[in-house]
């Protein structure tokens, strides 16, 4: 009799530990599908999101970021008005005031040259102020300054990069026309600086330390 019952409780209990292997059996074997789909789910996401070398090459861009900055470089002055483009000759100026230094006579006060005018207001030492009256129409078109041998091209051969750097007045008009100018003058690895202005703003440039400060290159 306990022979039978033994042998029936191992029998009771091979069966049960039959049925254990057949469940772990089946909840590994689901365990590995869920893990080869997720492999597979997320292979696709990174050939979806990793940019190729080309494409990520293709999409980056330069950002030249203009912060104005102390300069000992000559400021070269013009104006943007209409999307014409006026230079400021500061030294034409001087030379017609030069002849007035060994003479008698005083220090004129207006200066007229071919496009545009100058009021001179004289301070204490050699400090001095000159503002820029431009004639109606004055300056010439992009197509005429950026030619061969143009107003660019000239201002450019003329005063070399190490030493010079160009300062623009630009009315809200010819901002467009600005930056491409700018453009092509950084490509020339010259400083530019900028200061929007309207019809009625003085263009108004002062000697002193204090005062070029307000013309820096960026």
């Not at 104006?79 to 100026?93: C, G, I, P």
């Not at 010079?164 to 600086?193: A, C, M, Q, T």
Request: net charge neutral; glycine share 6%.
């Amino acid at each position: 009799m306990r022979n039978k019952r033994g042998y029936l409780g191992d029998l009771q209990g091979f069966i049960n530990l039959d049925s254990l292997v057949d469940i772990v059996s089946n909840n590994v074997g689901i365990l590995v599908i869920l893990a080869v789909f997720m492999a597979m789910f997320s292979l696709l996401e990174k050939s979806e999101q990793v940019p190729t070398t080309e494409q990520s090459i293709e999409n980056i861009e330069k950002l030249k970021i203009p912060w104005s900055h102390v300069s000992q470089k000559n400021n070269l002055l013009l104006l943007l008005r209409n999307d014409r483009l006026l230079f400021f000759d500061r030294a034409l100026v001087y030379q017609r005031l030069k002849k007035y230094l060994s003479g008698s006579d005083p220090l004129p006060t207006n200066i007229s040259l071919d496009q545009y005018s100058i009021e001179l207001t004289a301070g204490g030492g050699h400090a001095h102020c000159l503002e820029f009256f431009p004639s109606p129409g004055a300056g010439q078109w992009w197509h005429q300054v950026s030619q061969h041998n143009g107003l660019m091209q000239t201002l450019m051969k003329k005063y070399p990069t190490e030493e010079n750097y160009f300062f623009f007045w630009v009315d809200p008009d010819s901002f467009d026309l600005f930056r491409e100018i700018r453009k092509s003058l950084w490509e020339k690895r010259f400083e530019v600086g900028w200061k929007p202005v309207r019809i009625e703003s003085p263009l108004r440039y002062c000697s002193g330390d204090d005062q070029t400060r307000r013309f820096q290159p960026q």
